[in-house]
């Protein structure tokens, strides 16, 4: 049972251009989702975060978009730049269970030049 | 800046073997956990603890027991090393969330590339 799913493997988008990488989940008890980056043999980095009672966040070139009614979030990068290029991970967390949390399957985007 | 370390970047072991990964985190986190990221599964919990001496069940925890004495340590062990434990893990840690929307990341190492032969 895929709680969070991202149903795109990899993404391929040119420099400058914006890039937009989505996330559906199931559970209508996350309260809490994150945006995950990770290289080749590194560990994920944490990139930004959004609570479920607001729809948007931003931080510099990156926001973050829920949409709770489609259970939907979104990762928009603009302008996007080659060392973007990474896999990035959605994650959910359940109000009540302390911190643990639920991750998609990760989406490769490739930035080029 | 948190900083989780763990043991070794890279290990083979053989099939059998009894295998330890370490891993130790500075900034006096309640939550630890273990990972293994493997292609097209993304990131699939072990096990997790709540403090020194708890455990949790993740969803994957068949064939691996985990170790916390004490709160900056979490070890994960595979009891008889078998060839599809090969994989990357990842040890994360993160401050105890309790809930009300604004919850804490969790923090990763770098992860141990294993390979069973």
């Known amino acids: 049972d895929q709680q969070v799913k991202q149903n795109s493997p990899s993404l391929s988008v040119q420099e400058g251009r914006i890039s937009i990488l989505n996330c559906d989940y199931t559970?209508?008890?996350?309260?809490?989702f994150l945006w995950y980056k990770k290289y080749p043999a590194e560990g994920p980095t944490f990139l930004i975060s959004?609570?479920?009672?607001?729809d948007k966040n931003e931080d510099g070139r990156f926001t973050v978009f829920l949409n709770k009614s489609a259970k939907h979030l979104s990762l928009h990068i603009v302008p996007s730049q080659p060392g973007d290029s990474a896999v990035y991970f959605c994650a959910a967390n359940i109000y009540n269970q302390g911190g643990k949390l639920i991750f998609g399957q990760g989406t490769e985007l490739s930035v080029k030049p | 800046d948190v900083k989780v370390t763990q043991s070794s970047r890279y290990l083979v072991k053989r099939t059998g073997e009894k295998v330890f990964l370490e891993c130790v985190q500075d900034?006096?986190?309640?939550?630890m956990f273990w990972y293994r990221q493997d292609p097209g599964l993304g990131l699939r919990l072990i096990y997790f603890?709540?403090?020194?001496?708890?455990?949790e069940k993740g969803d994957i925890p068949e064939g691996y027991s985990v170790s916390r004495e004490k709160k900056e340590r979490f070890s994960l062990i595979l009891e008889s090393a078998s060839t599809n434990q090969t994989s990357m893990y990842l040890c994360?840690?993160?401050?105890?969330?309790?809930?009300?929307?604004?919850?804490?990341?969790?923090?990763f190492g770098d992860g141990t590339r294993l390979s069973i032969l």
């Open positions: 559970n209508s008890m996350f309260d809490y």
């Open positions: 900034m006096d986190h309640e939550n």
């Open positions: 959004i609570s479920s009672i607001k």
């Open positions: 603890s709540y403090d020194v001496k708890m455990k």
């Open positions: 994360a840690s993160s401050l105890f969330y309790g809930g009300g929307g604004d919850g804490q990341p969790q923090h």
